[in-house]
């Protein structure tokens, strides 16, 4: 494809988000915005072809957002931390992630938290923006963070929306699960206090392990994505990133404890997004609300208790922010500094949680 009929996949995201689909279509088509609608067969129809619908879907995701600038410089490791990376593979496929190992770990079973990225990050770039090893190191845990195969997904993303990798046992829930478990096996991990959170296409992508595997994860943390089962598709997809997926069937058997973040003018996932979370969440007792701000962006917080008045379910509303970890730092993509602490928050909410 030559430099001048590439499409601009900025004004795909910007035509879509304004339901300019006849001129979006042709814009992904590499053709100028604003074609007479007549010049673009089937131009109201998503691209039939997996790649090219995933494509599609994948720029959608970024939208909004601010866009990754330059590789974050090399992650810092304390003395007597390791960061290194490692790789899982079982029958649906195979993975690479990245381990840290704080400098505080002494041998002695601690928690784990599995960090699901966005799409076009790294392991180190969501590892920097969301400063989760700071915390790892301070409060004595393992974190790990699974990369994205670009073989499976040409823009790193979760493939969140695909029924095969919605259900345990299959596609990626499998393989993270996996990874989860593998690292248990090779390290001295408290199984009842494993975690997993994520961002954007990674928060869906940890809804949908919250959901698979009740029994691994003892509480979830969903930033800026979507419950599981919003959609089935790549159509369903866009309609639910941009107008809030259904609010879907409670989950069954156990409810994983939740919290969830979500900024009020994330143009990428309307943060509708985050009461269907909520609702799929099937958390009862009283509701405490608490509106509060930091030094920069005001947020409402509310919060379902347990028959012993244990939180098991939070929802944070960013008032203001877009599309990005909340209280992240800028050396990674997709974060607002002016934000409440996402980090310190989920690590606060997973430590009062355990399996059994």
Not at 81 to 95: K, M, V
Not at 126 to 148: K, S, W
Not at 307 to 328: D, F, K, N, T
Request: charged fraction near 20%; aromatic fraction near 8%; hydrophobic fraction near 40%.
């Amino acid at each position: 494809m030559n430099e001048r009929m590439k499409p601009d996949f900025l004004a795909v995201a910007r035509l879509s988000r304004a339901g300019q689909f006849r001129e979006a279509m042709a814009a992904l088509r590499g053709m100028t915005p604003g074609v007479r609608a007549a010049a673009v067969p089937d131009a109201m129809k998503l691209p039939r072809t997996p790649d090219a619908a995933r494509g599609f879907l994948d720029r959608a995701m970024k939208a909004g957002a601010r866009l990754p600038g330059a590789a974050p410089s090399p992650i810092r490791v304390p003395d007597g931390a390791t960061f290194e990376q490692r790789q899982y593979a079982n029958e649906h496929g195979s993975r690479s992630y990245k381990l840290y190992i704080p400098g505080s770990y002494t041998g002695r079973a601690v928690p784990l938290l599995v960090m699901l990225h966005g799409c076009t990050q790294s392991p180190d770039d969501f590892a920097a923006g969301t400063r989760m090893n700071d915390l790892a190191e301070r409060h004595t845990f393992i974190v790990a963070y699974p990369a994205q195969n670009r073989a499976a997904n040409s823009s790193g993303c979760w493939n969140w929306f695909n029924p095969a990798d919605q259900q345990r046992g299959r596609g990626e829930p499998s393989i993270i699960a996996g990874i989860t478990r593998q690292i248990a096996g090779d390290l001295r991990i408290d199984t009842a206090r494993v975690y997993v959170a994520g961002l954007s296409a990674g928060g869906a992508a940890a809804a949908v392990m919250a959901d698979a595997y009740p029994d691994l994860y003892a509480a979830v943390g969903v930033h800026s994505g979507l419950a599981c089962g919003a959609a089935r598709d790549v159509a369903s997809a866009f309609t639910a990133m941009r107008h809030g997926g259904p609010a879907g069937a409670p989950r069954g058997g156990r409810s994983v404890p939740t919290i969830v973040f979500h900024g009020d003018s994330d143009a990428t996932v309307h943060h509708v997004n985050g009461d269907r979370i909520v609702a799929q969440a099937k958390s009862a007792g009283d509701l405490e609300v608490r509106r509060s701000e930091t030094g920069g962006l005001r947020f409402t917080r509310s919060i379902q208790r347990d028959a012993a008045g244990r939180p098991v379910l939070e929802q944070w509303v960013i008032h203001g922010a877009g599309h990005a970890w909340s209280g992240g730092d800028p050396a990674g993509s997709y974060t607002d500094p002016r934000g409440p602490d996402a980090s310190s928050e989920m690590v606060r909410f997973f430590a009062q949680h355990s399996l059994g």
